[in-house]
Structures are given as structure tokens and as C-alpha cells.
């Protein structure tokens, strides 16, 4: 899904996944559901999605989350016109409409959560530079140990808590050797107020490196916060712990600090550049929100009864073209059989959702708030808060709160106001709107798209590149998806 170009291979994948997942469980899904709501119950919430909505000790979470879409949506239409008119000019109008809802297959994620799979073909200024700092990383031979060394210089150097010795002894930082282990990279608190831990299978490349500095706010929060006594030691909400992670990966991921820890030659300062970069971002940060959203508005329906079981595909799929622009490239039906939310883990594996919809909101509102306080002089997305003891103490004051305190406690302490806001996102990809507004109006791309909940089955006087994968491919290839999904699914929980 991320590296191919061929639409009938991706088409092939998409709906493969697809067809060895969902259904198999949907009838235990539907029942699921109804135990899930019977626990509520005993906590004196109607159903399960109001269980989970109480943990942010707020009546109307749903009203709030609308409102910060509302703030984000006008950019998110601009992006998905961008990306919708280049994909149209690489596979052709027949497959992508120049004014409908995004084939889901054709924007590098399986589950279409995520577009910086698909950058080298909507980049802005392909002859420009892009950020990949991996070639540098190998050439002065750093290794795991030394990339987490890196990413601790960071917090110390902000004033923050060092890791104890403890956390190098324990941790597992690379894939050990004779033992199979799940890689998915994840922190652990032991609730004893000093053990520590990171897992993840680490790779020497950028990506890696920005993962691990995540992790590692995570392990720094549970530093600032292990005097609370243990029914205290979590985010201030859900939306915290996540947003806490990659607050500091927007810090790292800016040039001037990887030119100033030596990861990047060149400082290339430049407008071409800075779009391409924030191009980059928007297409993971942007493109998410979303898919981030929608998740939980889905669950939400199906927990109130809302949603029943015969309309379960179909209400996802109304869900993902209204809010999200997407749509299936074939026919996806209840009547079928097809279960589409269960090709998500977090469905299936009952995992709240909202929380990282929230979390892409804090963390900016927490950037902006910490690079004031280090007397940034840049543009937001251009802020590096690193070497800043002030910004630290900033942080660490509301990460020392845990949950102690109700969540606008906790905002306002690093952010002056107790209300979410989401214009932080809005002045950090500023430049890039501005260049999308004029681009698409240049270009004739049309903002928004027709929500008939259609799919984009290619006209069939056209060359067809959904023509099926043959019988001895399918024979082959089967048993593998299926092994896949057993994998996938291990990775994740």
C-alpha cells in the first residue's frame, strides 16, 4: 500500500484485507457490543461510547470535537483537492473523479489514515529538497542506543527528569536475537514509581528517530508524575499522554534542530522548501484528523443502538465520504456480508479513538504555548523549543499534575485557557493553506466533493485496471493475506 503505483495491485491488497477480516467477526462484533453496553451499565453509563466519553469529565464531548473540526475542516477540503487533482492527472479522470469523493486504495495507507505514503507524487517542488536524514544517520554509524541517547539529550536539555539506569538495563531498544517479540514500539510504567521501559524494534532511519523521542515523552511522563499516588498517574485526558509524545517530535522534525545536532549538512532556507516540508506534514497530520474523528462517531452510533448490525458498512462508508472524502473502490455491502470497521484493529481490539483525534489538537496548542515561552521568534512550524529551560519548566509543571486535577487544570497550566482550540494548527500550516488556495484555484482543482456514498468502479469502455488478479495469483497469494492478518493483528496488541 505505501509503495506501490499500480492501481489494480493496490485494489487487490485493499479488498483482500478486507475480505479475510471483517467478515469473520462481525456477529461476534454485534454481540460484543451488547456485553460491552451491560458493563457500562454497571457504571451507571448508558452504553459503552458514554463510558468512554465520561473519562473526559465533560457533557458535551461530542459537541466540542465538532467544533474543533469545524475550525480544521476549510484546510483539510483544500489539502484533499490538492491530493485528489494529482492523483486524477496519475491515473486518470476514470479512475479518480476530478470532483468525487478519493478512491481509499490510492492514497498509501491501508485504512487511507495517513497520506505521506503518496508525497513523491503530490510534493510541491519535486526539484527541491525534502528532509530524509537517514542517509546521515548511517553515514556517522549511529546505532539504537545512540539514537536514544540523542532523544535523552533532548529532555535534559530542557531542564527535564534523565531516565534512570534502569530504563537503559531493561528496555528492549533492538529486535533481540532467538526469541520471536512484537515490534510494535510502545512505553511501559510499571506503577512503581521507577521502572520504566521502551520496546521497539529499532531501525537506524528518521522515522525511527522521531518515534522514539514519542516514546520517550511518554516515559517522561510517567517520570514527572510517579509522587501522585497510582489512581493519579495517567494524562490529564485520554487525548494527554499521546499528545505530550509528539509535542516534542515537532520540535525535532524542524531543520534547524536536526542542522544543529548535526543531521543536516544544509540549512536550505527557502520558501519552496518550507511548503515541501509542510506538505510532509499535512499529509500525515492533516490528512489524519478526519479518519481520527470518525472512528469514534461510528462506535458511538452503534453503542447507543443507533447503528445496527445490518447497517454497519453502511454507515461507515457514509461516514468516511461526508467527513473524509473517501470511498471504497468497489461495492462495499452489509447484505454481503462485509464488515469494513473490523478491518481497523482498534474496532475489533476495543480501543478508543478520539483520544489521537484530540491529541493532534493539544499538540499544537502545546507547541505554540512552549515556543512563547522560549521567546521564538520564527514561524510555528519553524520553532525548535530545544535547549529551552523555561519551555521545560513549562511542561514539566503540567506533566507533574498526571490526573490529579481536571484536564482544563491542566491546559490552562501550559496553555493559559482551559478550552481546546485548534488555530495553533492553523497558524503552523498557514503557509502551506495560503499556497494550496492559490494552487487549486490555478489548477481548476474544485474544493470539496459530491456525497452520493457511490463507488468508483472505472468506466468499463476504458482500459481497466481493476481487471481481477488471475485464479493461480489468488491461489497463491490468499493464504499469505490471511497470515498477515494474524501478524498485524499480534503487532498491534
Request: charged share 25%.
Given at each position: 500500500m505505501a509503495k506501490s503505483r499500480d492501481y489494480k495491485e493496490l485494489l487487490w491488497a485493499w479488498e483482500s484485507w478486507r475480505n479475510v477480516t471483517g467478515p469473520y467477526m462481525k456477529d461476534m462484533y454485534a454481540d460484543f457490543v451488547e456485553l460491552a453496553n451491560k458493563a457500562a451499565e454497571v457504571n451507571d453509563q448508558p452504553d459503552m461510547g458514554a463510558y468512554w466519553r465520561s473519562w473526559y469529565e465533560m457533557d458535551n464531548l461530542e459537541s466540542e470535537t465538532q467544533r474543533l473540526w469545524n475550525q480544521l475542516k476549510p484546510f483539510y477540503q483544500e489539502l484533499h483537492a490538492y491530493v485528489r487533482g494529482k492523483l486524477s492527472e496519475v491515473y486518470g479522470e476514470d479512475y479518480v473523479s476530478p470532483t468525487g469523493p478519493i478512491p481509499a486504495h490510492l492514497l498509501g495507507n491501508m485504512w487511507a489514515q495517513s497520506w505521506n505514503n503518496i508525497l513523491d507524487l503530490v510534493v510541491p517542488y519535486p526539484n527541491k529538497t525534502t528532509i530524509d536524514i537517514t542517509p546521515e544517520l548511517e553515514k556517522q554509524n549511529y546505532d539504537a542506543l545512540r539514537m536514544f541517547n540523542l532523544s535523552e539529550e533532548f529532555f535534559t536539555s530542557l531542564g527535564l527528569v534523565e531516565s534512570p539506569q534502569s530504563f537503559w538495563d531493561d528496555s528492549m531498544l533492538v529486535r533481540p536475537e532467538g526469541r520471536e517479540v512484537v515490534c510494535h514500539a510502545s512505553a511501559w510504567d510499571f506503577y512503581n514509581a521507577k521502572d520504566i521501559r521502551i520496546k521497539m524494534c529499532t531501525s537506524v532511519n528518521m522515522a525511527d528517530l522521531i518515534t522514539i523521542h514519542h516514546e520517550m515523552g511518554h516515559t517522561q511522563y510517567y517520570l514527572q508524575y510517579k509522587h501522585l499516588p497510582v489512581v493519579y498517574r495517567r494524562g490529564a485526558?485520554?487525548?494527554?499522554?499521546?499528545?505530550?509524545?509528539?509535542?516534542?517530535?515537532?520540535?525535532?522534525?524542524?531543520?534547524?534542530?536536526?542542522?544543529?545536532?548535526?543531521?543536516?549538512?544544509?540549512?536550505?532556507?527557502?520558501?519552496?522548501?518550507?511548503?515541501?516540508?509542510?506538505?510532509?506534514?499535512?499529509?500525515?497530520?492533516?490528512?489524519?484528523?478526519?479518519?481520527?474523528?470518525?472512528?469514534?462517531?461510528?462506535?458511538?452510533?452503534?453503542?447507543?443502538?443507533?447503528?445496527?448490525?445490518?447497517?454497519?458498512?453502511?454507515?461507515?462508508?457514509?461516514?468516511?465520504?461526508?467527513?473524509?472524502?473517501?470511498?471504497?473502490?468497489?461495492?462495499?455491502?452489509?447484505?454481503?456480508?462485509?464488515?469494513?470497521?473490523?478491518?481497523?484493529?482498534?474496532?475489533?481490539?476495543?480501543?478508543?479513538?478520539?483520544?489521537?483525534?484530540?491529541?493532534?489538537?493539544?499538540?499544537?496548542?502545546?507547541?505554540?504555548?512552549?515556543?512563547?515561552?522560549?521567546?521564538?521568534?520564527?514561524?510555528?512550524?519553524?520553532?525548535?523549543?530545544?535547549?529551552?529551560?523555561?519551555?521545560?519548566?513549562?511542561?514539566?509543571?503540567?506533566?507533574k499534575l498526571g490526573s490529579s486535577q481536571e484536564w482544563p487544570d491542566a491546559l490552562e497550566q501550559i496553555a493559559g485557557t482551559r478550552v481546546m482550540d485548534a488555530s495553533a494548527i492553523v497558524e503552523y500550516f498557514q503557509p502551506l493553506m495560503t499556497w494550496l488556495e492559490e494552487k487549486n484555484k490555478e489548477a481548476g482543482y474544485v474544493v470539496g466533493w459530491d456525497n452520493d456514498g457511490r463507488t468508483t468502479e472505472p468506466n468499463p469502455t476504458q482500459p481497466n485496471p481493476t481487471e481481477p488478479i488471475s485464479g493461480v495469483e489468488r491461489t497463491v497469494m490468499a493464504p499469505l493475506i490471511i497470515l498477515l492478518s494474524f501478524v498485524y493483528v499480534a503487532i498491534m496488541m
Open positions: 485526558n485520554p487525548g494527554f499522554h499521546e499528545a505530550v509524545g509528539d509535542l516534542l517530535a515537532l520540535s525535532v522534525s524542524t531543520p534547524e534542530h536536526l542542522h544543529e545536532i548535526g543531521l543536516l549538512p544544509e540549512l536550505v532556507d527557502d520558501d519552496e522548501t518550507d511548503i515541501n516540508f509542510l506538505m510532509s506534514m499535512a499529509l500525515d497530520k492533516i490528512a489524519f484528523l478526519p479518519f481520527g474523528l470518525l472512528m469514534d462517531m461510528w462506535r458511538w452510533d452503534v453503542f447507543a443502538g443507533n447503528t445496527v448490525k445490518d447497517k454497519y458498512t453502511e454507515k461507515w462508508w457514509k461516514l468516511r465520504t461526508e467527513i473524509q472524502g473517501v470511498v471504497p473502490p468497489v461495492p462495499r455491502s452489509d447484505a454481503e456480508g462485509h464488515f469494513d470497521p473490523g478491518a481497523k484493529y482498534h474496532i475489533p481490539g476495543n480501543t478508543p479513538y478520539i483520544r489521537y483525534f484530540v491529541s493532534h489538537v493539544l499538540q499544537f496548542q502545546f507547541h505554540r504555548a512552549l515556543c512563547q515561552e522560549a521567546g521564538n521568534t520564527r514561524s510555528l512550524h519553524r520553532c525548535d523549543i530545544y535547549r529551552s529551560t523555561d519551555a521545560g519548566t513549562k511542561l514539566g509543571n503540567m506533566l
